[in-house]
């Protein structure tokens, strides 16, 4: 079974839902299965297979709750632990095949999921910048700054929008704040290169 799973793992990331699927079933990972499904927008089989194993995956119960913010029904409250392991999961997943509307709608869905876990604007923010959305990404890393304000992987992510939109300076000054309050956060040290590197080259042109 586990070459079984394997194809099935290779078929998904290859966005072969259809494929995916019917390996999974055979796997008997109901959790996966009703992934599939949903990205094949069959949103009623979806909701069967994860009701089928809901008692025992946390993974499923999650996945029914996404079915209902999709449409912006706001029932039953996940766990903290269920936002912070799959909100940026779903929401990637969504953004990469277009479905467009239902990231809407889970976004949408910010100040219902903040009261399960309150860095559920931290990570609605780190989905929007790996996927391009940099000025949605800046507002959402504010709404996550306001709460927690000395958070160096949000200003950290805010210095990284504001770099690709191309303002050097404030990516710079975002930066500077990072390491002013954890001198040695790495990735900022690193990054804080990458912008002056970038900066020097546009003063030598």
């Known amino acids: 079974m586990i070459e079984v799973e394997s194809k099935a793992k290779e078929h998904f990331y290859n966005k072969e839902y259809n494929e995916a699927l019917k390996l999974f ?4 990972n109901k959790y996966a299965a009703g992934l599939c499904s ?7 089989e979806a909701k069967n297979f994860w ?6 995956c946390p993974a499923c119960q999650f996945g029914l709750i996404v079915l209902d ?9 996940p766990s903290f632990f269920q936002t912070r392991a799959q909100l940026e999961i779903y929401l990637n997943l969504f953004l990469e095949n277009n479905l467009i509307e239902w990231a809407e709608n889970l976004i949408s869905c910010c100040d219902f999921l903040y009261r399960s876990n309150p860095e559920s604007y931290k990570f609605i923010a780190r989905t929007l910048y790996s996927n391009g959305y940099f000025d949605l990404a800046i507002t959402f890393c504010k709404k996550s700054l306001r709460l927690f304000y000395c958070d ?6 805010l210095s990284q929008c504001y770099f690709l939109k191309g303002d050097l300076k404030e990516a710079l000054d975002l930066i500077n704040k990072v390491l002013n309050m954890v001198y040695d956060y790495y990735p900022a040290i690193l990054f804080k290169k990458i912008i002056k590197n970038q900066i020097d080259k546009k003063y030598e042109k």
């Open 38 to 44: 949903l990205l094949l927008k069959k949103e009623k």
């Open 51 to 56: 009701v089928q194993n809901k008692k025992h």
């Open 25 to 28: 079933i055979k796997d008997d």
């Open 152 to 157: 160096p992987e949000a200003f950290l992510i």
């Open 69 to 77: 913010l999709i449409k912006l029904k706001m029932n039953k409250q």
